[in-house]
């Protein structure tokens, strides 16, 4: 499996940049309120989410904040984008929305964002370093982070135990375990990537240490060809080359046999998915172990996650009082212990520091059968996030372009470092074209 279990349909529009992205430090400030309130009197602020459970915490808000009451919309579907900058553009948006991280770096680009560095700063201290990174590309902040989703490993202990391999270290003992199981068994599979999703290279690619996109100075730097980059890319190239991987697209409602069947046997994954193999894994319930994802560099091990944000939109009239709200939903006490409870269906994961108190409920005992600290994986994989990673100006339309090129490589018609090599070329083009200076990292 991979950060995402479903197909990033990515909307590439076309995105007309004056490089409205602030290429400066977010400033910095207390863990307080008090520079937020800046706002005088009652105010209305409509809240766009799709995410379940969220409703529910924006009424215990509006009781508890009669000065600042939240409108609630679900906006959910699939051209919820399209509608929101269609809004912006009409002046009708509302003040906040949920967003992933590659949209609000594109929103932001666009200039359809609020920079609330200044509203923000006091909340900043309460969040991870690569949880902030996902609402401040090039520095300016426009939003609060919501919730993260650290990379681990699952795998079925009792198939590992059969071939004779054991629970990968590295990437490098994923490839030799695959090859061992090969040997005994040419349908089981130790991978699994889809066609239509190149999540994995991205997540390798961040746990390898590379940046695809990082800002130097007054410009941007490009780097999928970097050594990183390159060491992430040849890992999947051995997945391809060797066979290793099956291709069970995430969009087929029978993904989930594959793992269930003991087809594939090692996934890496994350909170929000771990309620849905209880669900869909009724064969393999309790077979299941959780460990560390494979490392690249034992001296720095680092993992990858997707971030999920609180987004303050243009034309926001009380940006104080809208990171005010969007801090309290994601990173208060009270609102935190309702969200990562299962019964909520929200499937947050938290991105605040410290992560100790919302992990044990989350995690289907049934599923992995208490022989693994299933708790201690996911804490540590929330701790190893890779603080290098950034969200570039133009990342969804570049993950659009990625996805047409990623299904060539799943069939050996394009090699990794092709790819790479071409986005890299088609990155620098599009930010030209744009107007953004940009240049490839040295």
Known sequence: MSTTMRTRAVAGAAVALSLSLVLSACGGGDDTDSTAKTTKGDVQLEFWSWTEGIQQQVAVWNKEHPETQVKYVNAAGDTVYQKLRAAITSGNAPCLSKMDGMNLANFAADGLLTDITKQAAPYKSRYTTP????????????????????LFTAYRADLFAKYGVQAPKSWDDVIAAGKAVQKKDKNVKIFNMAGEDPSTLVDLSWQAGAQWYGIADDHWEIGFTSPEALKAADV????????????????????????????????????????????????SKGKWQLADAPVF????????????????????????????????????KESLTALTDPASKSGLFPAVKDVSPYVDKI??????????????????????????????????????????QWGKVMKKQLTVKAMLTGLQDWVLADLKNKGVKAVAAG
């Open 131 to 150: 949880a902030w990174n996902a609402v401040s590309p090039g520095g300016a902040t426009y939003g609060i982070p919501t919730g993260s989703s650290p």
């Open 363 to 404: 995690i289907p005992t049934e599923m992995f059968n208490g022989r693994s600290d299933s708790a201690q994986v996911i804490t540590t994989a929330a701790s190893r996030v890779g603080e290098q990673w950034q969200y570039g100006p133009d990342y969804a339309a570049m993950y659009s372009e990625m996805q047409k």
């Open 236 to 283: 999947v190239q051995q997945l391809v080359d060797n066979n290793l991987a099956s291709n069970a697209s995430y969009a087929d409602p029978g993904v989930f046999k594959t793992w269930d069947l003991g087809k594939t046997i090692l996934m890496t994954t994350s909170t929000w998915q771990l309620p849905i193999y209880d669900t869909n894994f009724p064969k």
């Open 297 to 332: 560099d034992p001296a720095k091990p680092q993992t990858s996650s997707n971030f999920d944000v609180t987004a303050v939109l243009k034309g926001c009239k009380y940006p104080d009082r809208a990171a005010q709200f969007a801090a309290w939903l994601s990173s208060s």
